[in-house]
């Protein structure tokens, strides 16, 4: 086993013309991972490209990718893997998506099937080009895991669909387990960070979501410049509409071609938000620096509505 900094996961090279190309700061001493890649690594490495899949776990350049593969869970990758927005802060590549894959939700069925996972997560990247943005693939990828799988419970992690309600009763309709839709950063920095998307847009969507009487979950990341009086502000809000979990993490600079790193937190000011977001009202919150949105997701299926 091996511990490797965080920063050596990432590309050095980028181009000279980039908005955010320059010097990243040294990460903080407790960024390390353990990079094992044991055998049950190696089945969901081997069972995604005999199957042709995806996962966020690989396109986000994930830092816990090897601690929730050798613990037998992935997040799967739909709709392909490029995606029509392009967020400052992520490393899925951006432009014209090929035409969706027809037989990608039985795929997935059959990996989850394969691979007998107990609970699964499945997000996308946005496709804001298609009339629902992607949502029936969304439920014919429910339907077929539930299908294959019936015992498997189901996280899936949608696009805010451009605020299409429609596109999104057709998700809540086949009730996934748990809903999750990433707010991912403060309302004052959206138009810089997420210029596609729109704050009120996402808390409104998992308003919608309640309403449905689904499991909500957003996510969080902090170090792009907020504060953390304005990322209490966000865990009101997302209150407001009933969210259950929330996942808060440390952002950290994909390339040099990213949103620069604008502060590390101590571990200490994860737990104090873990602690702030108890007494709001949530029922589950994973806080720290390495925590990424479908962290220990198994874990979340037993709480209470």
Same mark, same amino acid.
């Given at each position: 086993?091996?511990?490797i900094?965080?920063?050596?996961?990432?590309?050095?090279?980028a181009?000279?013309?980039?908005p955010?190309?320059?010097?990243r700061?040294?990460?903080?001493?407790?960024?390390k991972?353990?990079?094992k890649?044991?055998?049950?690594?190696?089945?969901?490495?081997q069972?995604l490209e005999?199957?042709?899949?995806h996962?966020i776990?690989?396109?986000?350049?994930?830092p816990n990718?090897?601690?929730?593969w050798?613990?037998?869970?992935a997040?799967f990758?739909?709709l392909?893997?490029?995606?029509?927005?392009?967020?400052?802060?992520?490393s899925v590549e951006?432009?014209?998506?090929?035409?969706?894959d027809e037989?990608?939700?039985?795929?997935v069925?059959?990996a989850?099937?394969?691979?007998?996972?107990?609970?699964v997560?499945?997000?996308?990247?946005?496709?804001?080009?298609?009339?629902?943005?992607?949502?029936?693939?969304?439920?014919?990828t429910i339907r077929?895991?539930?299908r294959l799988?019936?015992t498997?419970?189901?996280?899936?992690?949608?696009p805010?669909?451009e605020g299409?309600?429609?596109?999104?009763?057709?998700?809540?309709?086949?009730?996934p387990?748990?809903?999750n839709?990433?707010?991912e950063?403060v309302?004052r920095?959206?138009?810089?960070?997420?210029p596609?998307?729109?704050?009120?847009r996402s808390?409104?969507l998992? #308003?919608r979501?309640?309403?449905?009487? /689904? =499991? @909500?979950k957003s996510?969080?990341i902090?170090?792009?410049g907020?504060t $953390?009086?304005? #990322?209490?502000v966000v865990m009101r809000? /997302? =209150? @407001?509409?009933?969210c259950d979990?929330i996942t808060?993490?440390?952002? $950290?600079?994909?390339t040099k071609?990213h949103?620069?790193?604008? =502060?590390y937190?101590?571990?200490?000011?994860?737990?104090?938000?873990?602690k702030e977001g108890?007494?709001?009202?949530?029922?589950h919150i994973?806080?720290?620096p390495?925590?990424r949105?479908?962290?220990?997701a198994e874990q979340?299926?037993?709480q209470?509505?």
């Amino acid at each position: 086993m091996s511990f490797i900094p965080l920063g050596d996961l990432r590309p050095s090279s980028a181009s000279e013309d980039q908005p955010f190309a320059s010097s990243r700061p040294r990460l903080p001493s407790w960024f390390k991972v353990s990079a094992k890649t044991g055998l049950d690594y190696l089945e969901i490495k081997q069972t995604l490209e005999r199957l042709d899949l995806h996962t966020i776990c690989e396109e986000a350049r994930c830092p816990n990718r090897w601690e929730c593969w050798n613990a037998r869970t992935a997040t799967f990758l739909i709709l392909g893997d490029i995606c029509t927005r392009r967020c400052h802060y992520c490393s899925v590549e951006t432009g014209r998506p090929f035409p969706i894959d027809e037989a990608e939700p039985g795929r997935v069925a059959e990996a989850v099937r394969a691979l007998s996972l107990r609970h699964v997560v499945i997000t996308s990247v946005n496709r804001d080009e298609l009339p629902d943005g992607g949502a029936s693939v969304f439920a014919e990828t429910i339907r077929q895991t539930r299908r294959l799988n019936p015992t498997c419970t189901i996280e899936v992690l949608i696009p805010d669909f451009e605020g299409n309600a429609a596109a999104l009763a057709i998700v809540c309709a086949e009730k996934p387990d748990i809903l999750n839709h990433n707010i991912e950063t403060v309302q004052r920095l959206f138009p810089s960070i997420r210029p596609q998307g729109k704050y009120q847009r996402s808390i409104d969507l998992l #308003a919608r979501a309640k309403q449905h009487r /689904l =499991r @909500t979950k957003s996510g969080l990341i902090l170090g792009m410049g907020e504060t $953390l009086d304005e #990322a209490r502000v966000v865990m009101r809000d /997302l =209150r @407001t509409v009933h969210c259950d979990i929330i996942t808060i993490g440390q952002y $950290l600079q994909p390339t040099k071609d990213h949103l620069p790193v604008a =502060r590390y937190y101590d571990p200490s000011e994860f737990a104090l938000l873990k602690k702030e977001g108890f007494a709001m009202g949530f029922t589950h919150i994973e806080s720290g620096p390495l925590v990424r949105s479908s962290y220990h997701a198994e874990q979340q299926i037993d709480q209470d509505v």
